[in-house]
């Protein structure tokens, strides 16, 4: 039998467990009753304990924090860092710098990075050591490991929060909208590629707890958009429900299920496999302008005089405005025809430097290159191009959009 030890409340005699429960396996508990008997539960009122006294509450433990020196003296050594390395095959130094700094990766002893986790008040909360291989592929043969663990911090109390959180801070992303990925190395990898958005990630399916109101704290008000592994879709799009009670704008992109179905991609996987493409375009038209050099080059030997530049090929286009322009600066005709473009309206109105600025920034398709891969592929300094566009004799304009749509949603 239960009863109430404040003795304000009796329970029907019905309400127990009977002494010999391994054999016939009677236990109707307070719990079933009051489920049986709502009324009841307003007459126990709220002051009713059962089988034992509660026990008084502990304390909560205060959480640990690293020391922010020992961060930054992981930020060195580069060379040696595995997942560097691994962003060194798809993106320049420049771009492989941004990220560097945009998330403080950190270099281990063995060639690890670490993804520090630091917050909006900038506390460094934890750190998680991965291993990678040069296709970006984590390497399994070495588990990820915490950073206190391989300081021999044992008691190191640690309460996780979003990767790359501290950049809500920052003035120039008040009120962006914010994107949301599982790993560390997706975040790294879509905010070079898509930098009109803040980039966080949950560090894996166990460690963050995301769900929780207080990790959300500091997404109120902004535009928030997940974006789960496509075998986790489900699980995400069940938590987006729950998020949306906390009063965050919040929608799930379903983008990967529909071209990649049953598989286990997330975004990155397809945002490398279109920069690796990008970057074998480069390759091949800059191997491909040396081979015509060098061929202009043997001619000159042969011939003894000077061959025509390879700009001044006799190949004039058909509209005499862009004839005229590729006539004053012969490496528009290079630009034209590296990138094979399709002259389809010339038009007056120009754009500003500062236009032309954010465009630039925006990767819009394919065939959109940034200076230092244009000059490569055209053999000519960066400083000319820059001189075509202040002159305006030149327009960049964006073909198609891939990677925004024209609600500047990704894809």
């Known amino acids: 039998m ?22 016939c396996g009677y236990h109707y508990t307070p719990k079933d009753f009051f ?23 502990q304390p909560e433990k205060p959480n640990d924090y690293f020391d922010e020196r020992t961060m930054l003296a992981t ?41 520090w986790q630091v917050d909006t008040l900038g506390r460094v909360r934890y750190g998680k050591v991965m291993h990678y291989l040069p296709d970006l592929r984590r390497d399994k043969t070495k588990h990820p490991v915490g950073a206190h663990s391989l300081m021999g911090k044992k008691d190191f109390n640690h309460r996780q929060c979003f990767f790359g959180e501290w950049l809500l801070s920052l003035p120039e992303n008040k009120g962006r909208a914010v994107n949301i990925v599982e790993s560390e190395k ?28 207080s990790a959300w704290a500091y997404l109120q008000g902004r535009k928030v958009v997940l974006y789960p592994d496509v075998d986790a879709h489900n699980d995400w799009t069940e938590k987006a429900a729950t998020f949306r009670k906390f009063g965050i704008d919040v929608s799930v992109y379903d983008g990967l299920v529909k071209i990649a179905p049953g598989t286990q991609d997330d975004i990155a996987d397809h945002v490398i496999i279109d920069l690796m493409r990008r970057k074998q375009v480069v390759n ?8 015509v050099n060098n061929l202009v080059a043997q001619n000159c ?3 003894e005089h000077k061959a025509a530049p390879v700009t001044e090929r006799n190949i004039t286009p ?26 389809t309206e010339v038009s007056c109105n120009m754009r500003t430097s500062e236009e032309l600025a954010k465009l ?11 200076p230092d891969e244009l000059c490569k592929m055209l053999g000519i300094n960066i400083d000319d191009v820059a001189v075509m566009i202040d002159d305006k004799e030149i327009l960049l304009c964006p073909q198609r959009e891939l990677y925004y749509r024209k609600d500047t949603t990704p894809f």
């Open 2 to 23: 239960y009863f109430d030890i404040e003795k304000k409340y009796r329970f029907p005699d019905h309400v127990g467990r009977c002494n010999r429960e391994s054999s």
């Open 301 to 303: 030997a042969v011939n």
């Open 35 to 57: 489920k049986d008997n709502p009324d009841e539960l307003t007459a126990a009122g709220n002051s009713i304990f059962w089988n034992t006294p509660q026990q008084p509450q």
């Open 360 to 370: 630039a920034r925006r990767i819009p398709d394919n065939n959109a290159f940034d």
């Open 318 to 343: 058909d509209n005499p405005i862009v004839a005229d322009m590729c006539a004053k600066k012969p490496a528009l005709l290079r630009l034209i025809e590296a990138l094979d473009c399709e002259i």
């Open 75 to 115: 930020m060195a050594q580069y060379e040696r860092n595995s997942f560097v390395n691994a962003l060194r095959t798809v993106f320049d130094a420049r771009q492989v710098e941004n990220i560097i700094k945009r998330y403080k990766l950190g270099t281990t002893k063995t060639g690890g990075v670490v993804f």
């Open 284 to 291: 091949d038209i800059t191997a491909e302008n040396s081979a």
């Open 186 to 213: 997706t975040a790294c990898i879509c905010s070079e590629v898509m930098p009109d958005y803040v980039w966080l990630a949950t560090g894996g399916k166990s460690g963050l707890k995301w769900t929780e109101k």
